[in-house]
């Protein structure tokens, strides 16, 4: 029992030392890195497993001595694979977010693709080109009158501000 208890300690502190690689790893070899560590915290719950039949076989001064280690080994590797569920879990969280991100910057807020419709709309309607080009016209200037207005705003508020403290 000795040897093979020596040898699951001795891979769960490598799990231990491998869980920091984690935080380092780049995208690509970040998975190979989490089924390394899933194979390992795999390989170290199958010889719990092993442990604790041979501890069960102990002789009784030795047998409670050896359950208490195998179960401390056990509460050990659970908490590795709890850690790595963690990791999977933000990491995989962060991903989404980052999609979520690219969605919404690849998205245009502007009006171009509205103004298009209505004067596809007006062109059917047969608005003559004349109405239509006054309406862009006037949608132009109704940019710059929105634009002054709010600088207009802001002025007047800094204004405010400055006299009144």
């Given at each position: 029992m000795e040897p093979l208890y020596q040898q699951t300690n001795k891979q769960?502190?490598?799990?231990?030392?491998?869980?920091?690689?984690?935080e380092t790893a780049d995208k690509q070899a970040l998975h190979l890195v989490e089924k390394e560590i899933q194979a390992s915290i795999d390989q170290v719950f199958s010889r719990l497993e092993r442990l604790e039949i041979l501890s069960s076989k102990e002789?009784?001064?030795?047998?409670?001595?050896?359950?208490?280690?195998?179960?401390?080994?056990k509460y050990d590797a659970q908490?590795?694979?709890?850690?790595?569920r963690n990791f999977q879990h933000r990491r995989y969280a962060r991903e989404q977010q980052e999609r979520?991100?690219?969605?919404l910057l690849s998205r245009t807020f502007t009006t171009n693709g509205?103004?298009?419709?209505?004067l596809d709309i007006a062109n059917?309607?047969?608005?003559s080109n004349t109405v239509?080009?006054?309406?862009?016209?006037?949608?132009?200037?109704?940019k710059y009158l929105m634009i002054g207005g709010m600088l207009l705003t802001c002025v007047v508020m800094f204004l405010v501000v400055q006299y009144l403290t």
């Open positions: 769960v502190h490598e799990v231990q030392s491998h869980m920091g690689r984690l002789p009784p001064n030795k047998r409670q001595n050896a359950k208490l280690r195998v179960d401390q080994l908490h590795l694979q709890t850690a790595l979520q991100r690219e969605e509205t103004q298009k419709k209505i059917m309607l047969g608005l239509m080009r006054l309406i862009e016209k006037r949608a132009f200037q109704d």
